[in-house]
């Protein structure tokens, strides 16, 4: 056995799984909200389940594409590899650090 990894020796690590679409969308659903308490509330109110569940399949569209169209305003205006670096540096200025 290695002192540091906690590995033996000669053994290759586990091969990782690529991220498929299904996960990804929960994963990016439990992370933006934070959590999916409410949902329950939401549902049992006295509208039913037909409005909550229209929000929570319209609301991440609308929010995406307005977030599409900002990043592509500003990948346009600075046409370089840096993105939002290069969009902070001009808003806020260079850091100064001493």
Not at 29 to 49: K, L, N, T, W
Not at 60 to 68: G, I, K, M, T, Y
């Amino acid at each position: 056995m290695t002192g540091g990894g906690g590995g033996i020796e000669g053994e290759s690590p586990p091969r990782r799984r690529p991220l498929m679409v299904l996960p990804l969308i929960v994963l990016i659903f439990y992370d933006v909200p934070g959590d999916p308490f409410g949902i329950e509330d939401s549902v049992r109110a006295d509208g039913g389940a037909l409005l909550p569940l229209l929000g929570f399949l319209i609301l991440p569209v609308l929010w995406s594409l307005a977030e599409a169209l900002i990043t592509s305003e500003l990948a346009s205006v600075f046409p370089t590899n840096a993105g939002y670096v290069a969009w902070v540096s001009t808003a806020f200025g260079p850091t100064h650090e001493e």
